[in-house]
């Protein structure tokens, strides 16, 4: 059973650039969560997805940050126009909504560098 | 909104000895989870250890346990005879259960341990 998937590891984007970050949650998962990591600093949620919908985006910011988690296919988290400030490792983490016991499962992260 | 406190960037001991990281939290709500992540330079976040807040026996796991005192919002991890394998960062987390179904976590700013050989 494989775990989280996110790709790619390391992304390197030049100011102005856009930036797509893919997440694959669990097998049977349908719940996703984005995070994001300033450096030396803890985890900040983002976005929280199901499939096809966005369910709580409290903590995105309001311009060129954008989820999607389609019905086929990872969910994206997308960056346009990026700046140097958006530098920063993206977790993404799935979880199952039957068991509703606060269990989520982290990917290994994405680390976005923005030059 | 809820807040979780960590108040030691930084800890550091030798190695089979215990040690004991701090966590305090601040909300209104009466049930809610509490978590100790793990996060070693892999980055990769992993779970230690989960508490029910409407519980009252403190979890353990292995060599991990928790000393939470619901009254005085605290959380705090004991790691016992301490392993090199244990130096990383370690993140408190909090999960409300108000909104059914939204788990997203309100995580600390972290303690960065250290074992020592």
């Known amino acids: 059973n494989a775990g989280v998937m996110q790709n790619p590891r390391h992304l390197v984007r030049r100011r102005g650039q856009e930036a797509r970050l893919r997440c694959s949650p669990m097998k049977g998962h349908s719940h996703v969560y984005w995070y994001r990591q300033l450096p030396e600093e803890g985890l900040k949620f983002m976005v929280y997805?199901?499939?096809?919908?966005?369910?709580?985006e409290s903590g995105m910011p309001k311009e060129r940050f954008s989820a999607e988690f389609p019905k086929e296919g990872p969910s994206i988290l997308r960056i346009q126009q990026v700046v140097r400030g958006d530098s920063a490792a993206y977790f993404c983490a799935s979880s199952t909504r039957e068991r509703h016991n606060g269990e989520q499962y982290f990917g290994p992260g994405t680390r976005l560098t923005v030059t | 909104a809820q807040t979780v406190t960590q108040s030691q960037p930084e800890m550091s001991v030798q190695e089979a000895e215990t040690v004991t990281l701090s966590c305090t939290y601040d909300t209104s709500e009466s049930n809610y989870y509490l978590f100790w992540y793990k996060q070693p330079p892999s980055r990769q976040m992993i779970l230690v250890i989960r508490?029910?807040?409407?519980?009252?026996q403190n979890a353990t796991e292995n060599r991990f346990s928790v000393n939470f005192q619901k009254a005085a919002k605290s959380f705090s991890l004991k790691i016992s005879d301490s392993q090199l394998g244990d130096t990383a960062m370690y993140f408190c987390?909090?999960?409300?259960?108000?909104?059914?179904?939204?788990?997203?976590?309100?995580f600390g700013t972290g303690t960065r341990l250290t074992i020592i050989p």
């Open positions: 997805l199901q499939k096809e919908n966005i369910i709580d």
């Open positions: 508490q029910e807040a409407y519980k009252q």
């Open positions: 987390a909090f999960m409300s259960t108000r909104d059914f179904g939204n788990e997203k976590l309100t």
